[in-house]
T-cell receptor
Framework: EDKVVQSPLSLVVHEGDTVTLNCSYEVTNFRSLLWYKQEKKAPTFLFMLTSSGIEKKSGRLSSILDKKELFSILNITATQTGDSAIYLCAVGGSNYKLTFGKGTLLTVNP | DSGVTQTPKHLITATGQRVTLRCSPRSGDLSVYWYQQSLDQGLQFLIQYYNGEERAKGNILERFSAQQFPDLHSELNLSSLELGDSALYFC??????????????FGQGTRLTVV
């Protein structure tokens, strides 16, 4: 059965700090790894990664995938209070289903 | 706005009842996923449809069923409801290209409360 484990489960930082969120996975027939941000309701898409070693970047957020070691990291630099959310990692495997981890709750204090 | 529409936003119903949740995918997306999110379980995959046909099944109870119609909207039917079915139910859609790079976009969810 496909499995996604995120760490830490919860993180509290101050504005301006840099954070690294981790996602490790076990999946049959890996196709993609996705990061989502969930604030009040619906998860919103951040990145999709399919190849090892290629960094995806959007503003202060960046992510990279290591398919050999089966993990990905999401970095957020110069955090702001608006970054407070649950960050979800998901892996696309066999049969096209997306398996999600339980998420990392990030709280950024002013 | 992701372009995925779910109705209703909130639903309160009694145990033993049956409800239908509806999802309209983004224009052009053929694939629809249903997820259940509760506080302690995270996002649990229920079922996926692609172009009207069931493609993948997750931890979906026998009391639950879904379908995708020719116009690609989907419905999730929950019957004989129990208190433990209270959760946020999400629909997501994706256009599956290149053998399934599944960049899925989520609707705002339906909050189901069973009392």
């Amino acid at each position: 059965e496909d499995k996604v484990v995120q760490s830490p489960l919860s993180l509290v930082v101050h504005e301006g700090d840099t954070v690294t969120l981790n996602c490790s996975y076990e999946v049959t027939n890996f196709r993609s790894l996705l990061w989502y941000k969930q604030e009040k309701k619906a998860p919103t898409f951040l990145f999709m990664l399919t190849s090892s070693g290629i960094e995806k970047k959007s503003g202060r957020l960046s992510s990279i995938l290591d398919k050999k070691e089966l993990f990905s990291i999401l970095n957020i630099t110069a955090t702001q209070t608006g970054d407070s959310a649950i960050y979800l990692c998901a892996v696309g495997g066999s049969n096209y289903k997306l398996t999600f981890g339980k998420g990392t709750l990030l709280t950024v204090n002013p | 706005d992701s372009g995925v529409t779910q109705t209703p936003k909130h639903l309160i119903t009694a145990t033993g009842q049956r409800v239908t949740l509806r999802c309209s995918p983004r224009s052009g997306d053929l694939s629809v996923y249903w997820y259940q999110q509760s506080l302690d379980q995270g996002l649990q995959f229920l079922i996926q449809y692609y172009n009207g046909e069931e493609r993948a099944k997750g931890n979906i109870l026998e009391r639950f069923s879904a379908q995708q119609f020719p116009d690609l909207h989907s419905e999730l039917n929950l019957s004989s409801l129990e208190l433990g079915d209270s959760a946020l139910y999400f629909c997501a859609s994706s256009v599956e290209r290149d053998r399934g790079n599944t960049e899925a976009f989520f609707g705002q969810g339906t909050r189901l409360t069973v009392v």
